[in-house]
């Protein structure tokens, strides 16, 4: 029996609201891998917003690639884990940032953290789209489904 995900199943679970862990290679160390707020749209691209100055910002335009992984924290666990090439692009505030930040805080939430937090994107952030090229996906769940 197969654990794996189905396409529609994979691409649900990863629109779903988690919390995401990319990791991106450096060369002069480990991988940097840290937690992320994201968006996806099946059949698209994962979207996240980082600094423009950030390390992370750096390590992906030397890289050009990225993992990225999304995991059930209840049991049976799931997990869906995509690595593919990273494009980045000037973030606009309305366009990308809001949008992110109001699907994990809300409406309310994410306006007070963004005007909290205006300061600390005073040097610019970007967007980042990542294109799954391979996907990797275990439901534990199937282990218990009927024949």
């Known amino acids: ?22 990791s991106i290679p450096d060369p002069e ?6 937690p992320i707020w994201y968006a996806y749209e099946p059949g698209g691209e994962v979207q996240f917003v980082t600094g423009a100055t950030s390390r992370k910002a750096a390590l992906l335009r030397g890289a050009g690639r990225a993992s990225f992984l999304v995991q059930s924290e209840e049991l049976p666990y799931r997990y ?3 690595e593919g090439p990273v494009s980045l692009a000037s973030a606009d505030l309305d366009k ?4 992110i930040t109001r699907r994990y805080l ?4 994410a306006d007070a953290y963004l005007e909290a937090t205006r300061d600390e994107r ?5 967007v980042v789209h990542l294109r799954p ?8 769940r199937k282990q ?3 024949p």
Do not use: K, N, Q
């Not at 005073?122 to 970007?126: F, K, N, P």
């Not at 090229?133 to 534990?140: A, F, G, M, P, S």
């Open 1 to 22: 029996m197969s654990l794996a995900m189905t396409r529609d199943e994979r691409e649900a679970f990863l629109a779903d609201l988690h919390i995401g862990v990319v």
């Open 133 to 140: 090229e391979r996907w990797l996906t275990v439901d534990y």
């Open 96 to 99: 990308h940032l809001r949008p």
């Open 106 to 109: 809300g409406e309310e939430g």
């Open 80 to 82: 869906v884990s995509v």
């Open 144 to 146: 218990f489904e009927a």
């Open 29 to 34: 160390r480990g991988p940097l891998t840290c």
């Open 122 to 126: 005073a040097e610019g952030d970007l």
